[in-house]
């Protein structure tokens, strides 16, 4: 049996992860968004073989589920800027985060790409599908496997 060493990736796995992921952001962007989330590990194995990358994402125990999340309808894309409030799940799947913004109340993402991508405080800047759910607006991001045209970067990390 051979086991495994955890590493940080290498420039080459960040480059395959960057490609597999095919963000909008320059390479140099978001390799400053995902290397601050502390999240991705590398598994090389014992003996040799080829290297494996791995992010870690929070779960949920049943007493912090107090409900499914609601499904709404899907109205249009769009492109905003907001200050996030409350990202203490912005690990999870979906990621959310709570925005102060005139008119959409958060923004949930379903691609692990923008998991923990911004901290309370944070200016952002995202796009996606804007979905309704009873009085409540939601900004929507990874509403297909690719989130083509659908991203959500920290624009107060990328002006440090």
Same mark, same amino acid.
């Given at each position: 049996? &051979?086991? &495994?060493?955890?590493?940080? $990736?290498?420039?080459?796995?960040?480059?395959?992860?960057?490609?597999?992921?095919?963000? =909008?952001?320059?390479? +140099?962007?978001?390799?400053?968004?995902?290397?601050?989330?502390?999240?991705?590990?590398?598994?090389?194995?014992? @003996? @040799?073989?080829?290297?494996?990358?791995?992010?870690?994402?929070? *779960?949920?125990?049943?007493?912090?589920?107090?409900? =499914?999340? *609601? !499904?709404?309808?899907?109205?249009?894309?769009? #492109?905003? #800027? *907001?200050?996030?409030?409350? *990202?203490? &799940?912005? &690990?999870?799947?979906?990621?959310?985060?709570?925005?102060?913004?005139?008119?959409?109340? +958060?923004?949930?993402?379903?691609?692990?790409?923008?998991?923990?991508?911004?901290?309370?405080?944070?200016?952002? !800047?995202? !796009?996606?599908?804007? #979905?309704?759910? @009873?009085?409540?607006?939601?900004?929507?991001? @990874?509403?297909? !496997?690719?989130?083509?045209? +659908?991203?959500?970067?920290?624009?107060? $990390?990328?002006?440090?």
């Amino acid at each position: 049996m &051979f086991g &495994f060493k955890i590493a940080d $990736l290498d420039d080459a796995m960040w480059r395959t992860v960057y490609k597999k992921r095919k963000s =909008p952001l320059s390479f +140099e962007d978001f390799l400053k968004h995902e290397m601050r989330k502390g999240n991705r590990g590398m598994l090389i194995p014992d @003996g @040799g073989g080829k290297n494996i990358y791995f992010d870690l994402l929070f *779960a949920r125990s049943d007493d912090q589920i107090k409900e =499914p999340i *609601a !499904r709404g309808f899907d109205t249009h894309k769009t #492109e905003i #800027e *907001a200050v996030v409030t409350d *990202a203490s &799940f912005s &690990f999870d799947s979906p990621a959310i985060y709570l925005i102060d913004h005139d008119d959409i109340d +958060e923004i949930y993402s379903y691609t692990h790409t923008y998991a923990g991508q911004a901290w309370v405080g944070e200016t952002v !800047r995202a !796009r996606g599908m804007v #979905e309704i759910i @009873g009085n409540k607006k939601r900004l929507v991001i @990874g509403t297909s !496997r690719e989130a083509a045209d +659908e991203w959500m970067i920290s624009l107060t $990390l990328l002006e440090k």
